[in-house]
């Protein structure tokens, strides 16, 4: 009985949503001025022209103002009752499991009773991928060439450069961004981000990976406001297959990047010390 | 084919949840506790516009008049600026506000803020809900 109603809940919100996206979906648009405002913005090269000022893990439209003040990243002041948003170390409801191996996801579910401590971003250490992408607290921006593509983030002020067409350099140093390279699959832009250092979590407390991480991320922008984003991890030490995520980036107009220097005033570190040491109880087991 | 679309309707599902907007940073579970909500009321002594946080100081009275200053923890600048906030306009020490948000797990003078009212009556957010950055209610993993 249960099951049915809960299942019954999902099919609702399932149709709900395909009937929300089918009518945003290109070509389809419910009247053809709508569609033509919401046309993808194309470069000299014919490629869609990703440039622009993004948010990460957001499905509305609209600019910064209008789209964060409800549900989005604590709201604007205007809405006080918005609901409680996941952070970008929860674990969205009907996520499947990462697929760690057992020992691997046993280190992962330390991490989690630990209540995240041991985040490397508590230190001011870059967020690595895909985590940076997919975080909607701060702005990213594109900026497309037709040879390069340079990705900049706020958080924790990172950048990536990614040549076209090209190959990894064979004398990577391992990093917490990684190197990356792309290349357009019709109008999607495909990148293939290797060299990363073991320091970073993947999407979620304690999703940590090695060295051997392998990551593919397809961008498409379907129109105006959006760019599907997907993202396969690969790391043979720790996760026993594929690991694929998939996500919105929405375009908003008006935002800038701000300066983000973590290290100017991080206490955490030091007061997970103190916690530590005064034996405050913060675990979940 | 009905199981096909059994199976579209969770991939949308799925998608929908990823699709919410994802927050950063340090641990709300470790520092502060969700059950131990506080509202204060007291004037603002010194802001500090830091990344990765910003932090504000209140002079609040206790009980028995006496006077106890607070701290509270809340977004960087940046965030701040996107919510409407403006250094040295928005909120001046010397204005009385109210706070509120939750309380340090140490029990000492200090919490973590989420809700202002300025001392015009006009309420905004000066940090994330509670529960930000400790890894919300469920692992990345499935727990066998």
């Not at chain 1, 919100?13 to 070509?27: E, H, I």
């Not at chain 2, 940046?78 to 409407?84: E, I």
Request: charge should be neutral.
């Amino acid at each position: 009985m249960m099951r049915g109603f809960i299942l019954a809940g999902v099919l609702a919100m399932g149709l709900w949503q395909v009937s929300t996206f089918a009518q945003t979906a290109p070509g389809r648009g419910p009247a053809p001025k709508a569609a033509a405002k919401s046309a993808v913005p194309r470069a000299s090269d014919g490629k869609p022209d990703l440039t622009g000022v993004w948010q990460g893990g957001s499905t509305q439209r609209g600019n910064w103002e209008e789209t964060n003040g409800g549900v989005g990243v604590g709201g604007s002041g205007r809405n006080p009752a918005a609901p409680v948003v996941l952070s970008s170390n929860d674990r969205p409801a009907g996520r499947e499991g990462a697929p760690y191996q057992p020992w691997a996801a046993q280190k992962v579910l330390e991490a989690f009773n630990r209540r995240g401590i041991d985040d490397p971003t508590s230190l001011c250490l870059p967020a690595g991928l895909p985590r940076t992408v997919m975080l909607g607290l701060f702005p990213q921006q594109i900026i497309q060439t037709p040879k390069q593509i340079v990705m900049l983030y706020e958080y924790m002020n990172v950048f990536r450069v990614i040549p076209l067409n090209a190959k990894h350099p064979d004398d990577l140093i391992p990093s917490y961004m990684g190197h990356s390279v792309g290349h357009w699959e019709g109008d999607t832009l495909v990148v293939d981000v290797i060299g990363f250092n073991d320091k970073t979590w993947l999407a979620g407390t304690g999703t940590f990976h090695s060295e051997a991480l392998h990551i593919t991320e397809r961008y498409t922008r379907v129109d105006k406001d959006q760019i599907n984003y997907e993202v396969t991890m690969e790391d043979p030490m720790v996760l026993t297959g594929p690991w694929t995520l998939r996500s919105t980036i929405m375009l908003r107009e008006g935002t800038r990047l701000e300066e983000y220097i973590c290290a100017e005033n991080n206490v955490d570190p030091e007061r997970y010390e103190k916690l530590l040491k005064d034996g405050v109880k913060f675990n979940r087991q | 084919m009905a199981r096909r679309i059994i199976e579209a309707c969770l991939l949308v599902v799925v998608l929908w949840y990823l699709a919410t907007p994802l927050l950063a940073h340090h641990s709300f579970g470790a520092e502060y506790d969700a059950n131990q909500p506080i509202t204060l009321t007291g004037v603002l002594t010194k802001i500090e516009w830091t990344n990765p946080h910003s932090h504000f100081y209140l002079d609040v009275k206790d009980g028995k008049g006496n006077v106890v200053n607070w701290k509270f923890e809340g977004y960087g600048p940046g965030v701040l600026y996107r919510l409407g906030w403006k250094k040295d306009v928005t909120m001046k020490p010397g204005d009385t506000v109210t706070v509120f948000g939750w309380r340090a797990r140490d029990g000492g003078n200090w919490a973590h803020s989420r809700e202002i009212t300025l001392s015009a009556g006009q309420k905004m957010f000066f940090g994330p809900p509670s529960g930000t950055g400790d890894g919300g209610n469920a692992p990345a993993v499935e727990v066998r």
